[in-house]
T-cell receptor, first 112, second 117 residues
Framework: NAGVTQTPKFQVLKTGQSMTLQCAQD?????MSWYRQDPGMGLRLIHY???????DQGEVPNGYNVSRSTTEDFPLRLLSAAPSQTSVYFC???????????FGSGTRLTVV | AQKITQTQPGMFVQEKEAVTLDCTYD???????LFWYKQPSSGEMIFLIY??????QNATEGRYSLNFQKARKSANLVISASQLGDSAMYFC??????????????FGKGTLLTVNP
């Protein structure tokens, strides 16, 4: 059981470039979400999905897009990278509101 | 106002002693859930314990227990018999509401625990 798999683990982008952070889970969880972690800020919710075809914005959605075409996959797209998007990105999934959320290992993104 | 407040940026504890990490929360929703996560220096997020707002008893998971004081809106994590491997950042988080779609977690800023030998 792989759990939540995020790729890549590390990425360096130039300002203005676009890219997609991949997230896949094999636990048949309905709920998936993306967080970013910045020093001293805890984790902040970017976007989330409660099932295939259903997504919504979190606390800090600007500059990011998501889609959920299957239960397993929830990619995060950076449209035009900015230095302010330098962060560690976590994908998480959960089978329900009373259960612990399983996190991926994270993607460390640097925008120069 | 912050929804989750962790007032201790850093804590130190001697190995084998117990330690309490503080968490207070702010919500007007009668239905909510409280979570604690551990983040070691390797970076992964590890789920430790969950407490629902309607749960009558405090949650326990091995050496972890959650001291839930609903009237004070506090959900402190107690780690008994600390081990060197407990050295990590600890995050408190809250989910509000019962309805479909209310699965969003709000995190505190974390407490860095250091266990001394």
């Amino acid at each position: 059981n792989a759990g939540v798999t995020q790729t890549p683990k590390f990425q360096v982008l130039k300002t203005g470039q676009s890219m997609t952070l991949q997230c896949a889970q094999d636990m048949n969880h309905e709920y998936m979400s993306w967080y970013r972690q910045d020093p001293g800020m805890g984790l902040r919710l970017i976007h989330y999905s409660v099932g295939a075809g259903i997504t919504d914005q979190g606390e800090v959605p600007n500059g990011y897009n998501v889609s959920r075409s299957t239960t397993e996959d929830f990619p995060l797209r950076l449209l035009s990278a900015a230095p302010s998007q330098t962060s560690v990105y976590f994908c998480a999934s959960s089978p329900g509101s009373s259960y612990g959320y399983t996190f991926g290992s994270g993607t460390r993104l640097t925008v120069v | 106002a912050q929804k989750i407040t962790q007032t201790q940026p850093g804590m130190f504890v001697q190995e084998k002693e117990a330690v309490t990490l503080d968490c207070t929360y702010d919500t007007s929703d009668p239905s909510y859930g409280l979570f604690w996560y551990k983040q070691p220096s390797s970076g992964e997020m590890i789920f430790l314990i969950y407490q629902g707002s309607y749960d009558q008893q405090n949650a326990t998971e091995g050496r972890y227990s959650l001291n839930f004081q609903k009237a004070r809106k506090s959900a402190n994590l107690v780690i008994s018999a600390s081990q060197l491997g407990d050295s990590a950042m600890y995050f408190c988080a809250m989910r509000e509401g019962r309805s479909w779609g209310n699965y969003k977690l709000t995190f505190g800023k974390g407490t860095l625990l250091t266990v001394n030998p």
